[in-house]
Structure formats: C-alpha cells, structure tokens
C-alpha cells in the first residue's frame, strides 16, 4: 500500500513549543500534501510538497521530503491552541497517478 | 466561490435501509473523492471520479457500496441495506485536475445505522 503512515500517533506541548509530525510512505510519489481537520473546520489543505522539492515553507509551516528514506516531516513552530487538531498527510503515488491516498493521522494537543 | 457542499448532513437510518448521500463538488473541478471516516480514525478512500474517465472503485467495502457522477459534476453514494458498521462521517473532496490534486473537502455526512 502506497498509505502514508504518520508518528506520533499522538502529541501534547505546550503552547509557544514546536510540534514536528512525521510521515513515512511506501511507493514513489508525485507529491505529498498535509492536512488539518479540527471539529470547528473539517478537513483543510495545508501544503504540497512535489517530489522534486526537499522543503517548503507556509507561515509557521514547514515541510520537508525526503524521497530517498520516503518520509516527510511536518513543523509547527511556535503553537497556539488553535493549532490544536488532527495532522496527516497524503500521498500521490506515480503508478495511480493522482489519487490521493491518506494515512492515519497525528492528534496533536497545544496546552494554552 | 461556493465551496463542496454535502447533505444531508445528518442521516439517521435503520439496519437495512437504502441511503443516498449527496456531493456537490466546486465548479470546474474534474476530480471527486468520497472518503469514510470512522469516529478518532484516519480517512478511508472509498471511490475516485476523474473527468470522463472510469471511476476508481477499488476503495468501496462491499457491493452494497455504488457511487455514480452525473455530467461531471453532482455525485450520489449510495448504501444499500446498510449495516450498523456502515455508521460513519462520509466525506467528499473534489481537485481541480490530475495535476493541481490538493483537495477540498466537504463537511461531510454524518451517518447512524441504528
């Protein structure tokens, strides 16, 4: 299975601390992308990642990709509350071209 | 622009009815996705719609499980003599093409097989 596979399963700090989520994958990709769902907004698009590209950038965001060990990471610098929700990430294999394939997801808790 | 919508957002049915639920992707998006979505678990694909093509069915847990996408747009899953273990968030997410894949999701459709 291409099934991206998120660690921690869970994750509680404090408010103002970093909160790094990681993401392993099976098959090669064409992108990865992460995701937020919160019970106030459901499932939100965070960022996308192309497997040409090793790190990106959104605001307090960044991802990283390493195809080589097929894994991706997730930092969240300086959380808030409202960071509080559950993370994961997706794949895009290159043999089923396109279809979105989600893993189980990182709960992450920011203690105000 | 309007976003996906989904509806009902609320069904309450009994063991062994028919349901239909309903996805409205955003305009001009060719990809639809329907996802199960148990309660605390991650996402379960369920089918993938893109363009003309035919769909990706490999996700659907039974036959009791169909999904149709009329001119590319509207989408119906359909639950045949559902299951109480059919009780679930039932999610659809649409892209824009292959290429531009990031999704964006519906509010889903809370499902109780009493």
């Known amino acids: 299975s291409q099934q991206g596979e998120e660690d921690p399963q869970a994750l509680s700090i404090q408010e103002g601390e970093n909160a790094t989520m990681n993401c392993s994958y099976k098959?090669?990709?064409?992108?990865l992308q992460w995701y937020r769902q919160n019970s106030g907004r459901g499932l939100v698009h965070l960022i996308l990642?192309?497997?040409?590209?090793r790190e990106k950038h959104s605001g307090r965001l960044r991802v990283t990709l390493d195809t080589s060990k097929k894994s991706s990471s997730l930092l969240i610098t300086a959380s808030r509350a409202a960071d509080t929700a559950s993370y994961f990430c997706a794949t895009v294999a290159r043999t089923s071209y396109d279809k979105v394939i989600f893993g189980p997801g990182t709960s992450l808790s920011v203690i105000p | 622009g309007a976003g996906v919508s989904q509806s009902p957002s609320n069904k309450v049915t009994e063991k062994g009815k028919d349901v239909e639920l309903r996805c409205d992707p955003i305009s001009g998006h060719t990809a639809l996705y329907w996802y199960r979505q148990s309660l605390g678990q991650g996402l379960e694909f369920l089918i993938y719609?893109?363009?003309?093509?035919?769909?990706?069915k490999s996700g659907l847990p039974s036959d009791r499980f169909s999904a149709e996408r009329t001119g590319g747009s509207v989408s119906t899953l359909t639950i045949q003599r559902t299951q109480q273990e059919d009780s679930a968030v039932y999610l659809c997410?649409?892209?824009?093409?292959?290429?531009?894949?990031?999704?964006?999701f519906g509010p889903g459709t809370r499902l109780t097989v009493l």
């Open positions: 719609f893109q363009g003309n093509s035919a769909p990706d």
């Open positions: 990642i192309r497997s040409n590209e």
């Open positions: 098959t090669s990709i064409n992108n």
């Open positions: 997410a649409s892209s824009l093409s292959r290429v531009r894949n990031e999704q964006f």
